[in-house]
């Protein structure tokens, strides 16, 4: 009986060790992947055509003020000297030119939105992808990502941004 007790009480031991030899080995790390997107080249390349996209949004919607200032320019100037009739047509469209403005401005930032969407996320899957690989291959348990806050304490050789950098090719 003292022998059945002393086993089981070794075996429990055991369990007790290769668990926390389990835990030790478990790595962790951590990356901002606001970084690793600004290293990667096809992020460049959707900023600037997003930025392009903007500019010409930006564009129609300085050619619809400007609209809008020479048609208002104009019915405060004759409003008073035309007929009802002419000075009430003219005030609608004035009002339906600021409508489209509106619209335009709600529309537009909507596009930009579904715009952005469109550009980053398949860069998005591919940092996933990247992430997802160094973990694998440098046995990470789990990476972290700092970009969103920073994390209490880690030490800078659980940064990975070094190993992704060599996954992308870049120094």
Not at 22 to 41: C, D, I, R, W
Request: charged share 25%.
């Amino acid at each position: 009986m003292r022998t059945s007790l002393q086993l089981g009480l070794v075996a429990i031991l055991l369990c007790f060790a290769c668990s926390a030899g389990a835990l030790h080995a478990q790595k962790f790390g951590y990356v901002n992947t606001m970084e690793l997107l600004s290293l990667m080249p096809e992020s460049q390349l959707a900023d600037s055509t997003l930025k392009a996209y903007q500019t010409d949004i930006q564009e129609q919607y300085n050619a619809y003020l400007q609209e809008y200032s020479v048609k208002s320019k104009e019915y405060f100037r004759v409003k008073d000297s035309v007929s009802e009739f002419v000075a009430q047509s003219k005030l609608a469209d004035l009002q339906n030119l600021e409508q489209r403005i509106k619209d335009y401005e709600n529309n537009s930032n909507s596009l930009m939105q579904q715009k952005r969407e469109e550009l980053f996320q398949p860069i998005l899957a591919r940092a996933q992808a990247l992430i997802k690989e160094v973990a694998e291959e440098n046995n990470y348990r789990m990476i972290f990502d700092t970009a969103n806050g920073p994390i209490a304490y880690a030490p800078e050789s659980d940064n990975v941004i070094g190993l992704l950098r060599k996954k992308l090719g870049l120094k």
